[in-house]
């Protein structure tokens, strides 16, 4: 007799293996851990404004007020912890570059409020910015800088090739373009910070857009406009 799905004698589907339950004070405890975890982050950072980018981890343990031995229960090392501040100062450049470039609705605008964001965030926290330096030979802290400016980059190159695409022009250049704004202005804002901002940043803003922005329109204005960069889908009047 051929067995059917309602047969008692069928073999039965394997059970669901159990679902892992997390009580809530464990729950509590590890949110209470990250807590604390940002708060002695945020005293390292305090710690690097008072001393400067050389900070120990006994200034850090000062500042914070708590043992090295507290400090060492939530960052292997200091290495750790100078990376997790590494990624607080990153946060902080593409907060303030990400708005002032999603504004912009000009292209000479546009390469003006980049730089001007950038080197904004170096002339307010300065002591920060040459943590950055001062630390640039640390592989994790390589990798954070890059990923920063991989992201700034993207939301640079959406917006410029939306602005080409505006005025008719093919967006490929978009992404060479933005990668090369962000990797130049980064150039130039790392030389600012390093000699002590010999220029008012407006006039290192201006200099600097001025630069870029004539490469940028000899482009789109010049009579031997590459055709690459020309709309290849424009339709040609009869």
């Known amino acids: 007799m051929r067995r059917t799905s309602t047969d008692v004698n069928a073999p039965d589907s394997p059970p669901e293996p159990p679902t892992p339950r997390r ?33 120990d981890m006994d200034q850090v343990a000062a500042t914070a007020g708590v043992s090295k031995p507290v400090l060492y229960r939530y960052f292997a090392d200091k290495a750790q ?40 965030v170096i002339e307010s926290e300065p002591m920060l910015y040459r943590f950055l330096l001062h630390e640039a030979g640390h592989p994790g802290i390589q990798q954070v800088v890059a990923g920063t400016s991989r992201q700034v980059a993207t939301g640079l190159a959406r917006v410029i090739g939306d602005r080409l695409r505006a005025l008719g022009l093919d967006a490929g250049p978009a992404e060479p373009w933005a990668y090369g704004l962000v990797g130049f202005v980064q150039s130039v804002g790392d030389w600012w910070a390093t000699h002590g901002q010999p220029i008012r940043r407006a006039a290192l803003t201006d200099y600097l857009t001025t630069l870029l922005w004539s490469g940028i329109e000899g482009v789109r204005r010049g009579a031997d406009l590459p055709h690459e960069l020309t709309r290849a889908h424009e339709r040609i009047e009869p």
């Open 81 to 120: 912890l100078w990376l997790a501040v590494s990624e607080v100062v990153a946060a902080r450049v593409v907060d303030t570059i990400a708005p002032a470039v999603e504004q912009v609705r000009e292209e000479r605008a546009l390469v003006e409020a980049t730089i001007d964001a950038y080197l904004s």
């Open 23 to 55: 009580t809530g004070r464990r729950d509590r405890w590890a949110g209470h851990r990250e807590q604390r975890r940002q708060e002695l982050i945020g005293a390292a950072v305090q710690a690097l404004l008072r001393h400067g980018p050389t900070v």
